[in-house]
């Protein structure tokens, strides 16, 4: 059964959330961080420094207000730097 997941990055600046996916189940979720990481080499978000790891959240074992903290955060992401100098 098709289930929706977040992908999250954690360590050094804290719990991010990087994408919302679907999958077959958890073993196919599992692979969303490999598969994502061939599909988009570019995406600095997949690539992991020392002492940062992923994090694979389901959504039905997610509060329902950290599903949707996040989703927002993946539409309108908070500026890390000023791009307006």
Sequence with gaps: MTK????Y?????GRVPL????????????EAPTWLKRKHPD?????LAAG????II?????APEEWEAALAELVN?????NHNK
């Design 4 to 7: 929706s997941y977040l992908l």
């Design 9 to 13: 990055k954690c360590g050094g600046e």
């Design 19 to 30: 994408v919302f996916f679907t999958a077959e189940g958890e073993n196919e979720a599992r």
């Design 43 to 47: 995406q600095p978000g997949l690539h």
């Design 52 to 55: 940062e790891f992923y994090e």
């Design 58 to 62: 389901e959504k039905d074992l997610c």
């Design 77 to 81: 992401p908070t500026p890390t730097t």
